[in-house]
């Protein structure tokens, strides 16, 4: 496959390198010298030096008519740029055009990208957000990730000790809890992680990833002994940059009593800040500032933030955080080492505003067919995929238990129509249905296979 | 300040103004009554003025107005206007000297009410429709009327928009401002029209209703009868004029919104909301008070009077159905602050405007927010929307000058001798262009016995309520004047 990124930031870096390394023809449009010759030196792509947002440079890359690019993702710093390379690539035979738009206005409505032409439009600031207000409203998860267009989601809860669910098979736990929609794909237990099968039991410690959907979700929490949940009422956010003002302008709308304080560093951006969010209190303020923290009550707060520009920063201001009372620190890191370090840290979750981009990214290059998202659950070596089921699929008319799926897929829900629910061994697959799979990263193909999607 | 320039403009709307004449000429025509002459003699001698001031100033340069000379010629044409206007009153006996003369006509284009005739039934009708013409020429504004039909004005035409339409951030509707004062006339006029209508219906005879019309569109109280709208004692009537005067204190650029299909408009307006809130709490509490104190014994009545009353000084408008002055007293101080607050920005209403008293409101509160978090930043909102510093400065300002006048306004008046609620009610009324005040000058008095000095005063203070005080204090400052 033909690809051409723009941009050769985290987001681009990381996404080139995975391409090359899959084996695809991947060329890198970097203005930045220092950038580009990184690019160059370390990984195994071909770098063009200029403005990506210039057709000429794009004809330098290759974009032309005569030979069409297949996959082109625009992933510069700059919407403006992104827009115009991806409208640019379109009409210069770009089979596939993904931007990044880091405005949020851009992916309020699809429309945008209907209009300019553009296959995919993701804004990370704002799945990164939805992550956070998911991670606060639910506030013993530890990650989470939206799936059905945010109906539902894969919540991660560790086991506590004296838990419903512990010493508990799987069969077992849908026997006791026929009404609950829950199902348990990944289970992570000590250095290893696995996906379960009916007779797994559940035990202490064990970190697991259940597919739930948002109403639903406190009874899972009840299940695996999770502090009994308060309401939301307290939440600190530092940092005025994308994330921490989506993330304010979320709390703001889905969450009527919380008292929401924002903490940044420079006044100006104070000023448009408080200007620009409702109810928020917008704190002019150095987040690191041990007295203003506990002034703005750190101690009794439900939840504390760190969104700034700088990893570091976000990760010792949450463990600050967490040492001055907060019930739940959250930071946003966007370089992968430091999102392996997540054990190791007093911090409760980190969330990675780069992570759903190159999963959409990475979704377009290994299953062009499905539709849908893909999440990458990063570093346990399992993957999540929604697709729709064709009307040329094998796998109609039979039920689920004569599909033969091997061990390592799951096929966690199925939503047809309105109605979402976890299959059981005799349901029948529609055409038309979307089915949430989860599988083994070496195994996601010989699913789709199965399925058709 | 380039007088000359000035002056060149002042001849234009003095010649506007003069030409408005031939319509209660037409009345008195009709009618064969003597104040023809005195109209006639008005509207030459206008255009005399005029046309001195344009002999003087048509040397000057293309009209290229800068803020300093549109402040002049808006201050100076309000005058120009009422000198002009106040003639026929005089000429034609009427009042008994000039001073009364340009008092009522002051109080005329500035749609205030306060009036020195005790007989208004006694004088022919060329002259009373002269009288409520006034209002309605000043309601929506002579400027405006001028940059309207006078499309050469277009050029620094902004700059007499700002200094002329009320409220603290004057909108444009449309790019071009000629045609934002046009669309701005013709809500009015249509809006005139409807309520003629209505009046008319009611079983008023077309002078009558016309006139009314004006007292009512324009918030200005002028009526051709002794005993105001209450003379009628007609439900229907009442209830027309309350619908109507409470449109008129609202924001005309949201009536244009509404006739351009997005009624919706109205009722999201932040100040419109606050604005139907004051006025429905107003209204029940005054209610409450009379019915208890006995003033009225059944719900319809009360409800219709306390309306009326609260709706005319709210947008000081300035009719009475009911002398307030037989109510409790406590209802009186809520009409007292009513006349304060006044209409909406952009409304033919005088007063401080809602909008001010809710951005002072909102500024007092984001003051708190501050003692409560000392490095928090609380911008003063309205409708969602953050105002700037520098307007909210202003309006704290505007606030604190209307109070001040206020206070030396009763100051001066006492000193010349009135009693303290006559004081009081007299520059309220004439500051906020109510017409009726408290006292000697309540709703069933008048303002001739105000001594001669004392109605300059008034007559000074109802130009600054109308024109919003920044515009006429500047020409105070030597500033002004340097070139």
Same mark, same amino acid.
């Given at each position: 496959?033909?690809?051409?990124?723009?941009?050769?930031?985290?987001?681009?870096?990381?996404?080139?390198?995975?391409?090359?390394?899959?084996?695809?023809?991947?060329?890198?449009?970097?203005?930045?010298?220092?950038?580009?010759?990184?690019?160059?030196?370390?990984?195994?792509?071909?770098?063009?030096?200029?403005?990506?947002?210039?057709?000429?440079?794009?004809?330098?890359?290759?974009?032309?008519?005569?030979?069409?690019?297949?996959?082109?993702?625009?992933?510069?710093?700059?919407?403006?740029?992104?827009?115009?390379?991806?409208?640019?690539?379109?009409?210069?035979?770009?089979?596939?055009?993904?931007?990044?738009?880091?405005?949020?206005?851009?992916?309020?409505?699809?429309?945008?990208?209907?209009?300019?032409?553009?296959?995919?439009?993701?804004?990370?600031?704002?799945?990164?957000?939805?992550?956070?207000?998911?991670?606060?409203?639910?506030?013993?998860?530890?990650?989470?990730?939206?799936?059905?267009?945010?109906?539902?989601?894969?919540?991660?809860?560790?086991?506590?000790?004296?838990?419903?669910?512990?010493?508990?098979?799987?069969?077992?736990?849908?026997?006791?809890?026929?009404?609950?929609?829950? #199902?348990?794909?990944?289970? @992570?237990?000590?250095?290893?992680?696995?996906?379960?099968? =009916?007779? &797994? %039991?559940? !035990?202490? /410690? $064990?970190?697991?990833?259940?597919?739930?959907?948002?109403?639903?979700?406190?009874?899972?929490?009840?299940?695996?002994?999770?502090?009994?949940?308060?309401?939301?009422?307290?939440?600190?956010?530092?940092?005025?940059?994308?994330?921490?003002?989506?993330?304010?302008?979320?709390?703001?709308?889905?969450?009527?009593?919380?008292?929401?304080?924002? #903490?940044?560093?420079?006044? @100006?951006?104070?000023?448009?800040?408080?200007?620009?969010? =409702?109810? &928020? %209190?917008? !704190?002019? /303020? $150095?987040?690191?500032?041990?007295?203003?923290?506990?002034?703005?009550?750190?101690?009794?707060?439900?939840?504390?933030?760190?969104?700034?520009?700088?990893?570091?920063?976000?990760?010792?201001?949450?463990?600050?955080?967490?040492?001055?009372?907060?019930?739940?620190?959250?930071?946003?890191?966007?370089?992968?080492?430091?999102?392996?370090?997540?054990?190791?840290?007093?911090?409760?979750?980190?969330?990675?505003?780069?992570?759903?981009?190159?999963?959409?990214?990475?979704?377009?290059?290994?299953?062009?067919?499905?539709?849908?998202?893909?999440?990458?659950?990063?570093?346990?070596?399992?993957?999540?995929?929604?697709?729709?089921?064709?009307?040329?699929?094998?796998?109609?008319?039979?039920?689920?238990?004569?599909?033969?799926?091997?061990?390592?897929?799951?096929?966690?829900?199925?939503?047809?129509?309105?109605?979402?629910?976890?299959?059981?061994?005799?349901?029948?697959?529609?055409?038309?249905?979307?089915?949430?799979?989860?599988?083994?990263?070496?195994?996601?193909?010989?699913?789709?296979?199965?399925?058709?999607? | 300040?380039?007088?000359?320039?000035?002056?060149?403009?002042?001849?234009?709307?003095?010649?506007?103004?003069?030409?408005?004449?031939?319509?209660?000429?037409?009345?008195?025509?009709?009618?064969?009554?003597?104040?023809?002459?005195?109209?006639?003699?008005?509207?030459?001698?206008?255009?005399?003025?005029?046309?001195?001031?344009?002999?003087?100033?048509?040397?000057?340069?293309?009209?290229?107005?800068?803020?300093?000379?549109?402040?002049?010629?808006?201050?100076?044409?309000?005058?120009?206007?009422?000198?002009?206007?106040?003639?026929?009153?005089?000429?034609?006996?009427?009042?008994?000297?000039?001073?009364?003369?340009?008092?009522?006509?002051?109080?005329?284009?500035?749609?205030?009410?306060?009036?020195?005739?005790?007989?208004?039934?006694?004088?022919?009708?060329?002259?009373?429709?002269?009288?409520?013409?006034?209002?309605?020429?000043?309601?929506?504004?002579?400027?405006?009327?001028?940059?309207?039909?006078?499309?050469?004005?277009?050029?620094?035409?902004?700059?007499?928009?700002?200094?002329?339409?009320?409220?603290?951030?004057?909108?444009?509707?449309?790019?071009?401002?000629?045609?934002?004062?046009?669309?701005?006339?013709?809500?009015?006029?249509?809006?005139?029209?409807?309520?003629?209508?209505?009046?008319?219906?009611?079983?008023?005879?077309?002078?009558?209703?016309?006139?009314?019309?004006?007292?009512?569109?324009?918030?200005?109280?002028?009526?051709?009868?002794?005993?105001?709208?209450?003379?009628?004692?007609?439900?229907?009537?009442?209830?027309?004029?309350?619908?109507?005067?409470?449109?008129?204190?609202?924001?005309?650029?949201?009536?244009?919104?509404?006739?351009?299909?997005?009624?919706?408009?109205?009722?999201?307006?932040?100040?419109?909301?606050?604005?139907?809130?004051?006025?429905?709490?107003?209204?029940?509490?005054?209610?409450?008070?009379?019915?208890?104190?006995?003033?009225?014994?059944?719900?319809?009545?009360?409800?219709?009077?306390?309306?009326?009353?609260?709706?005319?000084?709210?947008?000081?408008?300035?009719?009475?159905?009911?002398?307030?002055?037989?109510?409790?007293?406590?209802?009186?101080?809520?009409?007292?602050?009513?006349?304060?607050?006044?209409?909406?920005?952009?409304?033919?209403?005088?007063?401080?405007?809602?909008?001010?008293?809710?951005?002072?409101?909102?500024?007092?509160?984001?003051?708190?927010?501050?003692?409560?978090?000392?490095?928090?930043?609380?911008?003063?909102?309205?409708?969602?929307?953050?105002?700037?510093?520098?307007?909210?400065?202003?309006?704290?300002?505007?606030?604190?000058?209307?109070?001040?006048?206020?206070?030396?306004?009763?100051?001066?008046?006492?000193?010349?001798?009135?009693?303290?609620?006559?004081?009081?009610?007299?520059?309220?009324?004439?500051?906020?262009?109510?017409?009726?005040?408290?006292?000697?000058?309540?709703?069933?008095?008048?303002?001739?016995?105000?001594?001669?000095?004392?109605?300059?005063?008034?007559?000074?203070?109802?130009?600054?309520?109308?024109?919003?005080?920044?515009?006429?204090?500047?020409?105070?400052?030597?500033?002004?004047?340097?070139?």
């Amino acid at each position: 496959m033909r690809v051409v990124i723009v941009g050769a930031g985290e987001v681009g870096y990381t996404v080139s390198g995975q391409m090359a390394k899959e084996g695809h023809d991947v060329t890198v449009i970097e203005w930045d010298p220092a950038r580009a010759e990184k690019v160059e030196n370390e990984l195994d792509v071909m770098v063009i030096r200029g403005n990506g947002a210039r057709p000429q440079v794009l004809e330098q890359a290759g974009v032309t008519k005569k030979s069409p690019v297949d996959l082109m993702i625009a992933c510069t710093e700059k919407d403006e740029a992104n827009l115009l390379s991806c409208w640019i690539g379109k009409r210069n035979g770009v089979q596939k055009a993904i931007s990044r738009a880091r405005n949020l206005e851009f992916t309020d409505s699809e429309s945008w990208a209907r209009e300019l032409g553009i296959d995919i439009m993701i804004s990370p600031e704002r799945s990164v957000a939805r992550e956070i207000e998911e991670l606060l409203a639910v506030s013993s998860a530890l990650r989470t990730v939206e799936i059905a267009g945010g109906r539902a989601g894969v919540y991660v809860f560790r086991m506590a000790e004296k838990a419903p669910l512990a010493g508990v098979s799987l069969k077992e736990f849908r026997k006791r809890h026929p009404d609950l929609v829950s #199902i348990i794909v990944f289970v @992570e237990r000590g250095h290893t992680g696995f996906l379960p099968g =009916g007779d &797994t %039991v559940l !035990l202490p /410690g $064990d970190l697991c990833y259940a597919v739930s959907f948002r109403n639903q979700v406190w009874r899972l929490e009840d299940l695996f002994g999770a502090r009994r949940r308060k309401p939301l009422r307290r939440v600190l956010l530092v940092g005025g940059g994308k994330v921490g003002f989506q993330v304010a302008r979320r709390l703001e709308e889905h969450h009527k009593n919380v008292d929401i304080r924002l #903490i940044d560093m420079n006044s @100006e951006k104070c000023d448009r800040l408080s200007r620009e969010l =409702g109810r &928020t %209190v917008v !704190l002019c /303020g $150095d987040a690191a500032d041990k007295d203003l923290l506990n002034y703005e009550g750190v101690g009794s707060s439900d939840g504390f933030v760190t969104t700034t520009a700088s990893d570091e920063s976000n990760i010792v201001l949450g463990i600050l955080g967490k040492s001055l009372g907060t019930s739940k620190s959250i930071a946003v890191v966007r370089r992968k080492a430091f999102m392996q370090m997540e054990k190791h840290l007093p911090v409760d979750a980190l969330v990675n505003p780069h992570l759903s981009m190159a999963s959409a990214i990475m979704q377009q290059v290994r299953f062009p067919r499905s539709r849908g998202q893909l999440s990458l659950l990063d570093n346990i070596g399992a993957e999540m995929i929604e697709g729709v089921i064709p009307q040329e699929s094998a796998a109609l008319g039979r039920t689920i238990m004569n599909l033969d799926l091997p061990q390592g897929i799951i096929l966690a829900l199925v939503e047809r129509g309105k109605h979402i629910f976890v299959p059981w061994g005799d349901t029948e697959l529609l055409a038309g249905d979307r089915v949430i799979l989860f599988a083994a990263s070496d195994r996601m193909s010989e699913a789709l296979d199965i399925l058709g999607v | 300040m380039r007088v000359r320039i000035v002056a060149k403009v002042l001849a234009l709307i003095g010649g506007v103004v003069s030409f408005c004449m031939l319509w209660p000429m037409g009345w008195a025509y009709m009618d064969k009554t003597p104040d023809l002459v005195p109209l006639g003699i008005g509207m030459f001698s206008g255009f005399g003025i005029s046309g001195i001031l344009y002999l003087w100033g048509h040397k000057a340069k293309a009209p290229d107005l800068g803020p300093k000379e549109a402040f002049g010629v808006v201050t100076f044409s309000w005058i120009l206007a009422s000198i002009i206007g106040g003639l026929p009153f005089w000429l034609n006996g009427t009042v008994p000297t000039f001073t009364d003369g340009f008092f009522e006509a002051m109080s005329g284009f500035t749609t205030t009410g306060a009036s020195v005739l005790t007989n208004i039934e006694a004088n022919a009708r060329g002259i009373l429709f002269w009288r409520s013409l006034t209002h309605w020429l000043g309601g929506m504004g002579i400027i405006v009327l001028s940059l309207a039909i006078l499309p050469f004005l277009g050029v620094g035409g902004m700059q007499l928009y700002k200094a002329e339409v009320p409220g603290p951030i004057p909108e444009k509707l449309t790019p071009r401002v000629q045609q934002t004062a046009l669309f701005l006339w013709g809500v009015y006029m249509l809006l005139s029209l409807l309520e003629t209508g209505a009046l008319s219906l009611c079983g008023l005879d077309l002078f009558e209703a016309l006139t009314h019309t004006f007292g009512t569109m324009a918030t200005g109280g002028f009526s051709p009868l002794n005993g105001s709208v209450g003379q009628y004692n007609s439900a229907a009537v009442d209830w027309v004029i309350v619908v109507f005067m409470f449109l008129a204190g609202a924001n005309f650029a949201l009536h244009y919104m509404v006739l351009r299909g997005k009624p919706r408009m109205l009722l999201q307006d932040p100040e419109f909301r606050f604005y139907s809130v004051l006025v429905l709490g107003a209204i029940l509490v005054i209610m409450a008070f009379t019915l208890a104190g006995g003033v009225y014994h059944d719900f319809t009545t009360a409800l219709r009077y306390a309306a009326f009353q609260v709706v005319s000084i709210i947008t000081t408008t300035g009719f009475v159905t009911a002398d307030y002055e037989l109510w409790p007293f406590c209802t009186q101080l809520i009409l007292l602050w009513l006349m304060f607050v006044g209409g909406c920005a952009g409304s033919t209403g005088g007063g401080m405007k809602n909008v001010r008293v809710m951005v002072v409101l909102r500024q007092a509160k984001a003051e708190m927010m501050r003692l409560l978090h000392p490095r928090g930043v609380f911008p003063v909102r309205i409708g969602g929307k953050s105002l700037g510093n520098g307007i909210v400065a202003s309006i704290t300002a505007f606030f604190v000058l209307y109070m001040g006048l206020f206070i030396l306004g009763t100051l001066l008046m006492s000193g010349l001798g009135l009693d303290v609620t006559t004081a009081i009610g007299s520059v309220a009324a004439t500051l906020g262009n109510i017409g009726p005040g408290l006292g000697g000058v309540g709703p069933v008095h008048n303002y001739a016995a105000i001594p001669l000095v004392g109605k300059w005063i008034l007559s000074g203070f109802m130009l600054l309520g109308r024109l919003e005080i920044y515009t006429v204090l500047l020409l105070l400052f030597p500033a002004t004047w340097r070139r």
